[in-house]
């Protein structure tokens, strides 16, 4: 998987969240949830091409670590419209399988990155 590869996809995401967002009800409970998912899914891309951009090794693993976080708090917000049922889960189901997908492979390159700075 290539770092532009990444790129695309991170940003895909953000844009299937902004998408996703402009869809829910205007309520205050829904305001406030959906800017957290808005914020926190789209600084994934954001993140990760930050990262890309690293001076060094350690700021490199450092910045996947900050993705891995955006990633999986956008799974968080996600759970949250559905268990708070403002959202059917079959609508987000895509959506909250690429956070976990985001996430998984964020964790993994931080943890080769890291390997192999060791080495």
């Not at 532009?4 to 829904?30: A, S, W």
């Not at 899914?41 to 990262?51: F, I, L, P, Q």
């Amino acid at each position: 998987m290539t770092p532009d590869y990444l790129k695309k996809r991170t940003k895909q995401f953000g844009l299937n969240i902004i998408r996703l967002i402009e869809t829910l009800p205007k309520t205050q409970t829904v305001s406030v949830i959906g800017n957290q998912l808005l914020r926190c899914a789209t600084s994934v891309g954001a993140n990760y091409r930050s990262a890309c951009k690293s001076r060094s090794r350690t700021e490199f693993i450092a910045k996947l670590g900050v993705v891995e976080e955006e990633a999986d708090e956008s799974v968080y917000w996600l759970e949250m419209l559905i268990e708070a049922r403002i959202i059917k889960p079959d609508l987000v189901t895509g959506l909250l399988n690429e956070a976990h997908e985001l996430t998984a492979i964020i964790a993994a390159s931080r943890k080769t990155a890291k390997s192999n700075k060791e080495n």
